[in-house]
């Protein structure tokens, strides 16, 4: 089945530890992304890779790094800098192009909670 | 800076009723406006609006853009309980920019 899988589903830090949340694609899609989700709030952009090898940051990038060295996969750290690190985390992945192309499509999430 | 914003926050209807979800924004260099349903996981895609007064439907929703008055609104009919999540309201410039959602709760 073609999609996007994230894992673990559920993940427990403790003060100080780095954690890296993985992000799969088998759409051959060329852009991902990583969101955060916070209750009550919308979704806010982490990191975005539009092609291998090369991201940007978002909104909120203090905190977090990423990775794209295959096509397929878009890693994120959290790091033991980002002080509020539970939230819900999205991963999402679009065709490059224009109109309809740029829909983005969702991972399942990963939850994350501080011990 | 980019804003999306939702309304009503939250609303619960009975099934059967019709319920009308707002969508206001503003973006430097508009080029799409989605609309998601999340239910406690992953956002499902729902549509994509890029011009103005052409409405969008699948099934018992639809929705449409105004690009003058910057909105868009997201109707579902003769509403379930299955309709119950957030629907999230998303802008496309550079980067998807997301509101906050309106919790759309049915009750039976």
């Known amino acids: 089945d073609g999609g996007i899988t994230q894992s673990p589903k559920y993940l427990f830090r403790k003060e100080g530890q780095n954690v890296t949340l993985s992000c799969e694609q088998n759409?051959?899609?060329?852009?991902m992304y990583w969101y955060r989700q916070d209750p009550g709030q919308g979704l806010r952009l982490i990191y975005y890779s539009q092609i291998v090898n090369d991201f940007q940051k978002g909104d909120i990038a203090e905190g977090y790094s990423v990775s794209r060295e295959k096509k397929e996969s878009f890693p994120l750290t959290v790091t033991s800098a980002q002080k509020n690190p539970t939230a819900f985390y999205l991963c999402?992945?679009?065709?490059?192009?224009?109109?309809?192309?740029?829909?983005?499509?969702f991972g399942p999430g990963t939850r994350l909670l501080v011990l | 800076e980019d804003k999306v914003v939702q309304s009503p926050l939250s609303l619960v209807v009975h099934e059967g009723d019709t319920v009308t979800l707002n969508c206001s924004y503003e973006?430097?260099?508009?080029?799409?406006l989605l609309w998601y349903k999340q239910e406690k996981k992953a956002p499902t895609f729902l549509f994509m609006l890029?011009?103005?007064?052409i409405e969008k439907k699948s099934g018992r929703l639809s929705s449409i853009l105004d690009k003058k008055e910057l909105f868009s609104i997201l109707n579902i009919t003769a509403t379930q309980t299955g309709d119950s999540a957030v629907y999230l309201c998303?802008?496309?410039?550079?980067?998807?920019?997301f509101g906050a959602g309106t919790t759309v709760t049915v009750r039976a």
């Open positions: 973006v430097t260099n508009f080029r799409s």
């Open positions: 999402a992945s679009s065709i490059e192009g224009t109109g309809e192309q740029e829909t983005q499509y």
């Open positions: 998303a802008v496309l410039d550079y980067k998807l920019s």
């Open positions: 759409l051959n899609h060329d852009a």
């Open positions: 890029t011009s103005s007064g």
